[in-house]
């Protein structure tokens, strides 16, 4: 995994929001150094107004952001995925297609800001939001090319372990 630019995918039941929103803070902080996806495995079809704005209001742009199945990266056509990585626990604990080409998996569960009480429904968002941040981040300083595959697999795992 050394200069490889390295796929990511996360995962969410209805890829509205929080994979969503983590898919463009990975883009963000990529740095060159990965592609970042986002899919559910029951989208909703629409990606959800908060998670844009609180996006836009860092700064970051998802133009062709949609509510997509994970089906499309099981395909034999998808991209080879590096990491999968789920960010609600409805996601990590449904059966998962089988990912070509072995990707290391993490949980990095996050509270369903959608499900916030309408005026808490942007403050809900922010919180979700600097939570995926401070994940995001340390995954993206992680000396991924000098770990060996278990010990990697564990980091990114403990990560979700963080606030």
């Avoid at 592609?35 to 989208?43: D, L, T, V």
């Avoid at 998670?51 to 062709?64: F, K, S, V």
């Avoid at 297609?97 to 809900?124: C, I, N, S, Y």
């Amino acid at each position: 995994m050394n200069d490889k630019v390295l796929n990511v995918l996360f995962l969410c039941t209805g890829n509205s929001a929080r994979s969503i929103m983590a898919e463009g803070l990975l883009t963000k902080y990529s740095n060159g150094h990965f592609n970042a996806f986002s899919a559910g495995s029951h989208p909703t079809g629409q990606v959800n107004p908060f998670a844009l704005e609180r996006l836009e209001l860092e700064g970051i742009t998802l133009p062709n952001a949609r509510s997509k199945s994970w089906d499309e990266f099981a395909r034999l056509d998808a991209p080879a995925l590096d990491f999968v990585i789920t960010v609600c626990d409805n996601a990590a604990s449904e059966v998962c297609p089988v990912w070509p080409g072995q990707p290391m998996t993490a949980h990095w569960g996050v509270f369903d800001p959608a499900a916030a009480d309408e005026h808490e429904k942007r403050l809900a968002f922010g919180k979700a939001f600097a939570i995926l941040e401070r994940r995001i981040t340390l995954f993206t300083n992680l000396p991924i090319a000098n770990l060996e595959r278990m010990s990697l697999q564990r980091q990114i795992q403990d990560i979700g372990k963080t606030e």
